[in-house]
């Protein structure tokens, strides 16, 4: 994709515009997106970043929680294996992100919703070109539109009684 | 001065929570001299007009257990919500879905197929299913319909306390009970039992290592299980490390891994999602095809993290993705 | 839900918003005032404004003025990227009384008005990402940050003219410091130049004299033959475990009076000089170069008989009246205690070899221009004489430009130095054997001081140019006066024809590029290497000699290409920034460290083995963990991986995160 196009709407599709968040760690990830900012790199303007030090802090419920408040996808990005800031901290977001992925399988997730990528401090233009094509997979997808769990149908509910909390 | 009166009723339930009031033993003596059961469907011969019966909060307690699935459910938990001051979710089915709501794994026309048409010993060649309705001579029949997934309790009624475990041990019924009459209770919502992980009252913790790493799982028929040695460093999967205690650690004391049946501790918003990330920390691989090689021996992961708990879950149920090119 | 939320502290947030207008930066791309008047509608925002450099005094005033008058105990910035101007904000909160930790931002500008093409979905991400940011620093605590005392001394890797350049200052200013260099002798690669431009100063004649400084400074420890193995710690607080290779002569002893060579059983040079590049020989025994600082010998053991074989008749041990031979010298390892480390490693050539086209290795009279400084050089293989290999003086010669730079198959960047030195070269070539000499370049780049007049004068030489890549360097005659000459191949871009000029001698100006290992390197001291290989500094315009992990600078050729006054501003600069960083005599550690509720702490032990830096201990009496916190790091891994909630990372709680993903989604 080059630098100057835009996030085509599909026909048919209703212009359904992806929501992604993304996890960015703060030394690599992060950085290169400001990178990729002061260079004046043009792309996909669908996710929303939340910067945490070091992917390491990444973990499943955080992804899940993503999943259910409504995002349509979830974009991990942590230093590349070896130049983790912290040592070892990438390794860790690669063995919860390959089991969760494992679930996300057996749970009918599709595999492109979820993705984990190894971006450097310097690699901007990596991040403009995992953005387009992540935004452009999830748009074919379409939206998650995951279950709602269920809500109690009476909450004011239930008993007058019951909230004067005593016991006869 | 009439003793208050509880209620105890089961859903999508097994009977284990219902036998796990017969454990309290003894213990049963002083419970049903202090509290009148107006409603045990299991246990006595009550109805459904009994309870419609009673005022509204006529009961001051009602235990119940069971996910709920069918319409009967439903409109039972409904009722029992109106006439109890307080509903306590009791076992793992209603507290999070339990066993039952690994069906939500499946959507409901390829579960009705195989059990009734599918399964190795079903014979049945014209089909028959059940159907909510029928006319027989005598008049007109009724069965409860099925909803599409399996709810845990408060998913479907507000729900006042929690009794996790499957079946949830006997001393926190016992201390649920005192608790009720006293009126000592903790906030609303709160899960009556401690609030820390098993690790905590684990037999074995003191022969869990520090170092930890895991190179493969293994299954409890794979390997001889050391009968002192922490279990998850046998490389079984044991979730004790992320499952509320209260239960005296009797699975560990059996030898045998804990499955989570407590459910998580209360800082924990996912219970199956936090295992996961603690567990496969600990693996011992940095390449990556190492490290899914390793995880090929966790044979079924809703299984083992969300055995007990799948409704309960931030996810609910299986994500039914749209037909390819539709949305 | 989010409404009911009370502040982690108690207190019922009261939220000042402020959207930056950055100039036109953001408000190009983003609707400022509607981004304002979205966050306004937001739960517990109180105050909502814009203006148009928040950064500035005005702008951090406003936020001091509204903590005061309306009460504020949460301010939210929507502007610029927080590894820019999160600390100025946050003084700006702490001099209006209000604690620093109650303050977080919005990354609008590189993250969205920067990267953004269409404008409303520019303004909506903005209004996502303030969402995001008021819902979470709902959650924030105060915090406080801890200072730790720093140690006053300096390493500084790599001694040429950089690190030469960076030692000198900082232990006038009497400071500590540890040189170590990699080589047998400091000096770099500008001790192999023979002239340096514009100026044409002799290159030895001014840097000598700095070397003889480095060699008699107290406070300079000199490390000759010598790698940083290993680095520990953080700013102000590092360890380093250096490895100090054997030289087999005493330092202390040798006057490098050259008996022991002159005595050596070779009867010539049979090892490869490498400061020659190859093109004379040395024995196992020599000295590096005439000037060579230490000015003492070495032995090469993979060459000595005596070392490697372990038999010789060791004549040099004879010759040497003072005993300073010693075969027994074994690796050494030093560790020492910094507080602040310089990286002044510079470069390698590009291997020309990698441009057969350009016959170098091929055909011998083809030489890399730093082969042809070491002609040039009097001290140099051939005396300063422009001889070739085949012992002829050149009557013609063709100087390539960019071979290897400005190159999409080897390097897209311009080396920057290489028109000069190609210029230099010319001048030098046409003064020394008036020989004809033809410059085949792309753009002629001379851009500072008294370059262009350099160019002027050169072109006064009688230079030819010839704008054009050369294509092709063979030996393959098609007229009878290109017998035994290199024909150099090129289009004339300025009169549009291809020409085929015949040269006695060929010259390569090879691109500068990072050394091989600079990806070890950089790792060993936790910083990151730019695209192109060169060590990454924190800002390309405002923070070009420091690095993402403070306490680590750059200075000279490492963090890329640059000539030697450029080197030697920039070595004074990370020296300055070194010196202001031991001088205050404290580091203060972000407050972002991980803890563990005692309360809640079931004793699991998952997170003790996953600290990189063993901050968690296991209490066995209490059969709690329990974080280190003057040893955390603040990555927040146990916190990913604690199954019950019980670790938490300051700055990054569960709660705030999840607040986070609550506002990115929930209320655009």
């Not at chain 3, 010693?326 to 510079?346: C, N, P, R």
Request: proline residues 6%; aromatic residues 6%.
């Amino acid at each position: 994709m080059s630098n100057l196009s835009l996030p085509q709407t599909a026909a048919g599709n209703d212009g359904f515009e992806p929501r992604i968040v993304a996890f960015f760690c703060n030394w690599c990830t992060y950085t290169a997106s400001d990178l990729a900012g002061i260079s004046r790199m043009t792309y996909a303007p669908n996710t929303r970043v939340i910067r945490v030090m070091c992917s390491g802090r990444i973990e499943p419920q955080l992804i899940l929680a993503a999943l259910r408040k409504g995002a349509d996808g979830v974009l991990i990005g942590g230093c590349h294996p070896g130049d983790c800031h912290y040592q070892v901290g990438n390794y860790k977001c690669l063995r919860r992100f390959k089991l969760l992925k494992r679930y996300f399988e057996q749970m009918g997730i599709e595999p492109e919703r979820v993705r984990l990528e190894w971006i450097a401090a310097s690699e901007g233009d990596k991040v403009q070109k995992v953005t387009n094509e992540m935004v452009e997979q999830v748009r074919k997808l379409g939206p998650l539109n995951l279950a709602e769990p269920p809500k109690p149908h009476h909450q004011a509910a239930v008993c007058a009684v019951a909230a004067e909390g005593a016991v006869s | 001065m009439s003793k208050p009166k509880a209620g105890f009723y089961w859903c999508a339930s097994c009977g284990g929570c219902e036998e796990s009031v017969v454990d309290l033993a003894e213990d049963l003596i002083a419970v049903v001299a202090a509290i009148d059961f107006a409603f045990f469907p299991c246990a006595m011969d009550f109805k459904r007009e009994d309870v419609e019966a009673m005022k509204d909060g006529e009961m001051a307690v009602c235990f119940i257990n069971g996910a709920v699935r069918s319409s009967e459910q439903f409109e039972m938990v409904e009722l029992l919500r109106k006439k109890s001051q307080l509903i306590i979710a009791y076992g793992s089915c209603a507290h999070m879905g339990g066993i039952p709501g690994l069906a939500n794994l499946y959507d409901l026309e390829s579960l009705l197929k195989r059990v009734y048409s599918e399964t190795e010993s079903t014979d049945n060649p014209s089909g028959t299913r059940p159907l909510p309705q029928t006319t027989v001579p005598g008049g007109k029949l009724t069965l409860p319909t099925l909803d599409e997934s399996v709810k845990s309790l408060d998913q479907v009624i507000p729900v006042d306390y929690y009794i996790p475990g499957c079946p949830p041990p006997t001393p926190l019924l016992k201390a649920a009970v005192e608790a009720v009459l006293s009126g000592k209770l903790p906030p609303k919502g709160s899960v009556l039992a401690p609030d820390h992980a098993l690790c905590k009252e684990c037999p074995r913790i003191d022969s869990k290592p520090e170092d930890l790493l895991i190179k493969e799982f293994k299954r409890p028929h794979e390997i001889q299980i050391d009968t002192e040695k922490c279990l998850l460093a046998q490389g079984l999967m044991c979730l004790g490390s992320g499952t509320r205690a209260g239960c005296a650690a009797v699975c560990i004391k059996g030898n045998m891994p804990c499955t989570g049946c407590m459910g998580p501790v209360s800082r924990v918003r996912d219970h199956g999602g936090a295992m996961m990330g603690a567990i496969s920390s600990l693996l011992e691989y940095t390449e990556e095809d190492q490290i899914v090689a390793a995880l090929d021996s966790v044979v079924d992961p809703v299984g083992t993290f969300y055995r007990y708990g799948v409704p309960a879950s931030m996810m609910f149920r299986k994500h039914k993705a749209p037909a390819i090119g539709g949305h | 839900m989010f409404m009911e939320n009370k502040a982690s502290d108690g207190e019922q947030p009261r939220v000042g918003v402020y959207v930056c207008y950055c100039g036109m930066n953001i408000a190009s791309k983003v609707d400022v005032e509607a981004v304002r008047q979205f966050a306004e509608k937001l739960p517990n925002v109180v105050v909502s404004r814009t203006y148009k450099f928040m950064c500035s005094d005005p702008g951090q005033e406003l936020i001091a003025h509204d903590i005061k008058e309306q009460n504020l105990n949460r301010i939210v910035v929507a502007s610029c990227s927080p590894l820019l101007h999160d600390a100025t904000f946050r003084k700006a909160c702490a001099k209006a009384g209000l604690n620093p930790f109650y303050f977080t931002m919005a990354n609008i500008r590189e993250q969205v008005s920067w990267v953004t093409a269409n404008s409303a979905a520019a303004t909506k991400k903005a209004e996502a990402l303030v969402a995001a940011a008021v819902a979470r620093v709902a959650m924030h605590e105060a915090l406080e940050k801890k200072r730790v005392p720093v140690h006053a001394d300096v390493m500084v890797v790599g001694a040429g003219i950089s690190g030469i350049h960076a030692a000198l200052l900082l232990a006038n200013a009497g400071k500590k410091v540890y040189l170590v260099e990699r080589e047998p002798s400091i000096g770099g690669h500008m001790g192999q130049l023979d002239k340096t431009f514009p100026t044409l100063d002799c290159s030895a004649c001014i840097l000598t004299p700095k070397m003889s400084e480095v060699k008699n400074h107290p406070n300079i420890t000199l490390w000759t033959l010598s790698e940083v193995q290993e680095v520990s710690g953080f700013s102000g607080n590092f360890k380093v475990k250096v490895k100090r290779n054997p030289r087999f002569v005493k330092l202390e002893l040798c006057v490098a009076c050259g008996q022991c060579v002159e005595a050596c059983v070779f009867k010539e040079g049979r090892v490869p000089d490498e400061y020659n590049i190859g093109l004379s020989k040395h024995k196992p025994i020599y000295m590096p170069f005439p000037q060579a600082t230490p000015a003492s010998v070495l032995i090469d053991p993979n060459a000595c008989l005596k070392l490697s074989r372990g038999k010789c008749a060791s004549k040099c041990v004879e010759a040497c009246d003072r005993a300073a031979i010693d075969f027994e010298q074994k690796v050494e390892y030093s560790e020492v205690d910094v507080g602040a480390i310089i990286l002044a490693t510079g470069y390698q050539l590009f291997d020309a070899k990698k441009m057969p086209e350009y016959g170098y290795g091929k055909y011998p009279n083809v030489y890399t221009m730093i082969e042809l400084e070491r002609l040039v050089n009097a001290a140099g293989p051939t005396q300063g004489e422009i001889v070739m290999r085949d012992g002829r003086k050149p009557k013609r010669v063709g100087i390539i430009h960019c071979v290897g730079s400005r190159d999409k198959r080897h390097h897209p960047y311009c080396s920057s130095v290489c028109c000069m030195v190609s210029l230099k070269m010319a001048h030098l070539i046409r003064e020394r054997i008036d020989a004809e000499v033809f410059n085949f370049y792309i753009d002629m780049r001379t851009t500072l001081k008294g370059y262009e007049e350099f160019y002027d004068r050169v072109l006064h030489d009688g230079v030819n140019f010839v704008r054009g890549r050369v294509a092709e360097v063979t030996d393959w005659a098609m007229t009878p006066g290109e017998e035994g000459k290199l024909v150099i191949r090129v289009e004339d871009t300025l009169i549009g024809v291809v020409r085929r000029i015949p040269v006695d001698m060929v010259v390569l100006a090879t691109a500068m590029e990072a050394h091989d290992n600079a990806d070890d390197v950089r790792r060993k001291f936790n910083i990151s290497c730019s695209k192109e290989g060169w060590f990454l500094e924190r800002h390309p315009k405002l923070a070009p000699v420091s690095t993402f992990s403070d306490g680590i600078f750059l200075a000279g050729v490492c963090q890329g290409p640059k000539d030697i006054p450029e080197s030697v501003a920039q070595a004074g600069a990370a020296a300055a920034e070194a010196l202001a960083l031991v001088d205050k005599g404290f580091v203060e550690i972000e407050p972002n460290s991980a803890c563990i509720d005692a309360d809640t702490c079931s004793g699991c032990k998952t997170c003790v083995p996953l600290c990189p830096y063993h901050a968690i201990t296991f209490d066995a009496e209490k059969k709690i963990s329990a974080v280190n916190e003057a040893l955390c790091k603040g990555c927040g891994t146990c916190v990913g991986s604690c199954p019950s909630g019980a670790a938490q990372q300051k700055l990054f709680t569960d709660e705030q995160l999840h607040q986070e993903i609550e506002g990115v989604l929930n209320y655009v």
